[in-house]
């Protein structure tokens, strides 16, 4: 069963390789334009549901999906972006600067960084698999679209070809606004 995972289109942080977490920031004239690209890739199938995080970002991006293929976007909180703690809004310069061994660790072994306020990759991806699971269950051989963030579109991909989360730092993801389509009945097995 093949669904739709969606990057929420472009915030000012993303310019600015600032991690933007849990913040309500709005997309950019450029997030807005991508929406409305993946909105239009995506009339081509057969959607029958769009989830999203319930974060501003994600919402914005959701509903202009969501207003192309004339279906309300459901928030869910499972596909909330990875919790940051202190990094919150820091910028990766900040961050190798203040807090020079944990962005070593984040840079070579991801899934090890353990980090006061801060989910780690692993959390995420329990969290994330268990609200897929929930959304599979009721709305089996369904088309599903999931606007979300960077962080669960990499470890879902990594989790699908049982590749090691210390590998998420090299999980190309190239743009806002792009398409994902993954196998979710691997998922849930």
């Known amino acids: 069963m093949t669904w739709y995972f969606v990057r929420h289109g472009e915030i000012e942080s993303n310019l600015k390789k600032v991690y933007a977490g849990w913040s309500e920031e709005g997309l950019t004239e450029e997030g807005i334009r991508q929406a409305r690209d993946a909105g239009l890739k995506l009339k081509d199938y057969a959607i029958d549901a769009i989830y999203c995080s319930p974060l501003n970002r994600t919402i914005q991006t959701a509903e202009i ?9 459901i928030p869910e ?3 909330k972006e990875l919790r940051m703690g202190v990094w919150e809004g820091l910028s990766e310069k900040a961050i190798a600067k203040d807090y020079p061994r944990e962005w070593g660790i984040w840079n070579t072994r991801p899934a090890e960084l353990i980090l ?18 929930r959304i599979r ?4 051989g369904k088309n599903v679209v999931i606007v979300t963030h960077v962080a669960i579109i990499r470890v879902l ?13 090299t999980v190309p993801i190239p743009k806002n606004g792009k398409i994902f389509e993954m196998d979710v009945g691997a998922f849930c097995k």
Do not use: C, W
Request: hydrophobic residues 35%.
């Open 65 to 73: 999906i969501g207003d192309i293929l004339r279906i309300k976007p």
């Open 77 to 79: 909180e499972s596909f």
């Open 116 to 133: 006061g306020g801060r989910e780690t990759l692993h959390e995420l991806l329990e969290r994330v698999l268990g609200g897929i699971k």
């Open 137 to 140: 269950n009721n709305l089996y």
């Open 157 to 169: 991909l990594l989790h699908a070809q049982k590749i090691d989360l210390n590998r998420y730092r």
